[in-house]
């Protein structure tokens, strides 16, 4: 009996996440669910599983799930302090970093500090602290186990191979609803045109990047540090049908490919039962029904988010939070039709250009630059400079 | 510095097996060479590798040889007696088993039985003797390393997950020329046509059994007994490209695949090295380049040997090693024009259909089932009856 957190219960993969567990509970039991605004999602997963402790952000909305919740015995914290209490419950085996955004960095370092295996799906983790949490993590001997399906994919390659045999390592990214649309026309992209992603249903912001490519960027980032693998041993290729969920290229020329029907249930059941596999009530992926798969390199001129992460990893340091912090301003502003699609790259580089990279030393020290990327970010669009 | 047999090296495999011995002078060590007939090769590769021992079929190309290797001290020997010597040799660490046909199942089982570990090209042993060939290789400690692209796929996609967890393996077939030919031009079909491989460069034999799809049914068969899985859990999809070589599906949906270009230099080079790989300077794949690649199912109407191998596999016993021998003896009979290429399942099927399977319990068994159907085909063939 596997003893789970879950950080980011409400979102697209914490529900995933307590689909699996309502599957499997010989296997596994929930004793902890954070999230964000969506209280009542949140009581209800409460009423199901039974954790010991849930957390919210603000403590009015604590006081409103603690009603709810009352003689249930479950206790109701907020705040960072309260996500950390989740994060690091001394009951816990393995926590589930489901929290979108740079605010999953202090609860996953937390986590990993308190010595529990990580189920990563929260990309900006690795994006702005990638060295200090491998580091934390090799520490304290905890398994980072990747829920994004192209870093489970890698992971699945990588199983029963040798790292040192590593020629390079291929992400495959969808190509997003603008794969084939004319560059003349990205200035016209509205949020709903984006927020169309032909293959994955997703939160927002990972839709927009998804559309933006930089969703891509931040994994080549995430891979990078995930498997120790050089910049310039990251490929993206183009794979609109994202049945190919990566592969990994080896120095005999072997290539290995995980592959399987777009679910996220996949890579989070293989991150919760690795190195075992949950038999999944799923359908099995019918290649011949499909037909083909299709593959072509990135437009590096339409989406160059893709060009601005590499620059982040290779340069180093705080950049690549510098970066992340930016895309999710930019993100957010293109949402609320402040700056045009073709703005969220742009402001993306003004703000990394104006920034001088720092040692990653502390988390503190890379939030700090997170802040500053964001009030710099906000200065831009609030100057009308985008 | 790994001490090697190549039984065949005069064949495909062999050749390109001695390709990679040579470009990698410091790992490994020629130590015996056979061959069938193909003197003037053997003796170039004798002279370039100095080997300790080479063996021929018969006695009279055995003084041949001799002659023409003369004053390098190397012994040459003859005949079963002479292959099972080198396959034998106390100094080998690994033999590489590239003899085509039935005739490689002694000199293999030799191999294994005196401790050796097999790199297996040869399909037949399996097909002929499974049970008796990996109960031997238990009971050794000897490890059976594939070298046909499918099978070292599968080997690769197994890697480092459990055996427990397999859904189902997916083979993959080029489909061979006549994958788009319709059914009734079949009967028209030359060996000039079915010769004419679209992907893979191999002797006549293997070629033929490509286009008529039993290469793929041997392949099914030796999957059975090399990963110990069921015939309902073995599948095959045509899929023309030959980029992916062979999958595993597992009960999670995940699958895990093999990929390359079309060159059996990475097959063999892994079954040498492993678990290591060893830095060939092959042409990387290139997805992009390609475009896309297509699966399809295979069509048991045209290409029924695929449906007669199933049925041998579920029957078990002798029946397999019948069904094979018959297949040798049509394809010859094919290649000689004698029957039509429709001929070669409908000859393969009437041996099946007056032979009593019995229990695989030696070798001599099999052999014995073996020469019964190779006289039973020729009799159907001398009567007229195909």
Excluded at 301 to 316: I, M, V
Excluded at 320 to 337: C, D, G, R
Aim: hydrophobic share 50%.
């Amino acid at each position: 009996m596997k003893k789970i957190v879950v950080l980011g219960s409400t979102g697209s993969i914490g529900v995933s996440t307590l689909q699996i567990v309502e599957e499997f509970p010989e296997a596994y039991r929930i004793v902890a669910l954070t999230a964000g605004t969506n209280l009542d999602l949140l009581c209800t997963q409460a009423k199901t599983f039974h954790p010991a402790v849930v957390a919210v952000i603000n403590s009015q909305d604590a006081k409103i799930v603690r009603e709810r919740l009352s003689g249930l015995n479950i206790e109701v914290c907020c705040g960072v302090e309260g996500m950390i209490q989740c994060a690091t419950l001394d009951q816990a085996d393995m926590v589930v970093a489901a929290v979108v955004g740079a605010a999953g960095l202090v609860p996953t370092m937390a986590a990993v500090q308190a010595g529990k295996d990580v189920a990563l799906a929260n990309k900006e983790t690795l994006v702005m602290a990638g060295g200090l949490i491998m580091a934390a993590a090799r520490q304290q001997g905890v398994k980072l186990l990747p829920v994004d399906s192209e870093h489970s994919a890698i992971f699945q390659a990588l199983a029963g191979h040798h790292h040192g045999d590593i020629r390079r390592l291929i992400l495959t990214a969808s190509g997003g609803p603008f794969r084939e649309w004319p560059a003349a026309k990205f200035n016209h992209i509205s949020p709903a045109d984006a927020l169309a992603h032909p293959n994955w249903s997703m939160g927002k912001k990972i839709t927009i990047d998804s559309a933006t490519l930089m969703n891509k960027g931040l994994e080549v980032i995430e891979a990078h540090w995930l498997f120790d693998v050089a910049a310039t041993m990251i490929d993206v290729h183009i794979h609109p049908e994202s049945i190919v969920h990566s592969m990994v290229e080896y120095v005999d020329g072997s290539v290995v490919a995980q592959l399987g029907v777009p679910d996220m249930k996949t890579p989070i059941s293989y991150a919760l039962s690795w190195p075992q596999r949950l038999p999944l009530n799923q359908p099995g992926l019918d290649l011949c029904q499909l037909g083909s798969l299709t593959f072509s390199a990135p437009d590096l001129q339409r989406f160059p988010c893709l060009t601005l992460a590499y620059q982040a990893l290779e340069s180093g340091g705080t950049l690549p939070a510098v970066m992340n912090a930016a895309n999710e301003v930019a993100v957010a502003a293109f949402l609320n039709a402040q700056i045009p699609f073709t703005g969220i790259p742009e402001l993306i580089e003004r703000v990394m250009a104006c920034h001088t990279s720092e040692a990653v030393t502390t988390v503190e020290r890379v939030l700090q630059a997170d802040r500053w990327a964001r009030v710099r970010a906000r200065e831009f669009i609030a100057g009308g400079l985008i």
